[in-house]
């Protein structure tokens, strides 16, 4: 095979499309939400002028969550056009899934003791227990912060059916999950697709949609071994994106990045300015 055919499929361009949407929409909430949470501060009040002040960071932080929730259920929807009802709940279940399963759990102990050397690396199938995690975060993320922010969209109608005080524990536990969900991301989630030895400089797998059959071999060896034995790798083999689109993937995917750290940065700089206001 040529050299620029050894790319192995592995994200289909409406996934692609879809973790993009992602990327801007949870951006946007970021920006205009730290916005909001440090407008008493002159960094906080720069985020919000391309928005028009505190008023117009708070009203696209609202649109912006909406289109969130939106595309939440619609996602859902889909899943459920996906499940192949006829061998309920057994096709929930298998190496193409994205539901945790017991080969996970041990995939995770065996990773543990591999950092230690006290174990074998463990060998994982199309998807390892950690892009697991980072998938499944996204929704009890979101049911947290979707049902404390619907209840914050409009306080004085949701005061008609709950007391006050609960929407001041929506408020905090809205921060604090968002605040949580941008740490995650920001730290953990860009080290492990982006800077870990095997992945450095940039993993372009999620915008090109492919990776390397060498590397898939040693991040996914048992996906590969599947394939190959179900006569399928071949099929699965597609040409190299084109120079100009990946190096548009690297710009792109580092202007997410560094903003990204910035956030985080200066919101951590900023949280004692915070205080003493």
Same mark, same amino acid.
Request: proline residues 5%.
């Given at each position: 095979?040529?050299?620029?055919? *050894?790319?192995?499929?592995?994200?289909?361009?409406?996934?692609?499309?879809?973790?993009?949407? =992602? $990327? +801007?929409?949870?951006? @946007?909430?970021?920006?205009?939400?730290?916005?909001?949470?440090?407008?008493?501060?002159?960094?906080?009040?720069?985020l919000a002028a391309p928005f028009g002040g505190w008023q117009g960071v708070l009203y696209w932080h609202r649109i912006a969550g909406l289109i969130f929730l939106f595309g939440f259920v619609s996602h859902i929807l889909y899943l459920l056009t996906r499940v192949d009802w006829s061998r309920f709940p057994g096709s929930l279940f298998g190496p193409e899934t994205i539901v945790y399963q017991w080969v996970d759990v041990k995939g995770f102990v065996q990773h543990f003791l591999w950092i230690f050397g006290l174990a074998e690396a463990p060998r994982f199938? *199309?998807?390892?227990?950690?892009?697991?995690?980072?998938?499944?975060?996204?929704?009890?993320? =979101? $049911? +947290?912060?979707?049902? @404390?922010?619907?209840?914050?969209y409009d306080p004085v109608l949701s005061s008609d059916f709950m007391p006050g005080w609960l929407l001041n524990v929506a408020l905090w536990v809205h921060r604090i999950e968002a605040v949580l969900a941008m740490g995650h991301i920001f730290t953990v989630h860009f080290y492990v697709e982006h800077f870990r030895p095997t992945a450095l400089p940039f993993n372009a797998a999620m915008f090109d949609g492919t990776m390397d059959l060498d590397h898939a071999r040693e991040e996914h060896p048992e996906w590969v071994a599947r394939l190959e034995r179900e006569g399928r790798l071949e099929a699965a083999m597609v040409p190299e994106?084109?120079?100009?689109? *990946?190096?548009?993937?690297?710009?792109?995917?580092?202007?997410?990045?560094?903003?990204?750290?910035?956030?985080?940065?200066?919101?951590?700089?900023?949280?004692?300015?915070l205080t003493l206001l």
């Amino acid at each position: 095979m040529a050299a620029n055919q *050894r790319r192995l499929k592995r994200f289909s361009a409406g996934q692609r499309l879809w973790h993009f949407a =992602l $990327i +801007i929409l949870f951006l @946007t909430m970021g920006v205009t939400g730290l916005a909001w949470m440090f407008i008493e501060t002159a960094w906080g009040r720069s985020l919000a002028a391309p928005f028009g002040g505190w008023q117009g960071v708070l009203y696209w932080h609202r649109i912006a969550g909406l289109i969130f929730l939106f595309g939440f259920v619609s996602h859902i929807l889909y899943l459920l056009t996906r499940v192949d009802w006829s061998r309920f709940p057994g096709s929930l279940f298998g190496p193409e899934t994205i539901v945790y399963q017991w080969v996970d759990v041990k995939g995770f102990v065996q990773h543990f003791l591999w950092i230690f050397g006290l174990a074998e690396a463990p060998r994982f199938d *199309r998807w390892s227990w950690w892009e697991k995690f980072d998938y499944w975060a996204v929704w009890w993320g =979101l $049911i +947290i912060v979707g049902v @404390t922010g619907l209840m914050l969209y409009d306080p004085v109608l949701s005061s008609d059916f709950m007391p006050g005080w609960l929407l001041n524990v929506a408020l905090w536990v809205h921060r604090i999950e968002a605040v949580l969900a941008m740490g995650h991301i920001f730290t953990v989630h860009f080290y492990v697709e982006h800077f870990r030895p095997t992945a450095l400089p940039f993993n372009a797998a999620m915008f090109d949609g492919t990776m390397d059959l060498d590397h898939a071999r040693e991040e996914h060896p048992e996906w590969v071994a599947r394939l190959e034995r179900e006569g399928r790798l071949e099929a699965a083999m597609v040409p190299e994106p084109p120079v100009p689109l *990946r190096i548009l993937y690297f710009m792109g995917g580092y202007a997410i990045i560094a903003l990204g750290l910035f956030l985080l940065v200066f919101a951590l700089l900023n949280v004692g300015a915070l205080t003493l206001l």
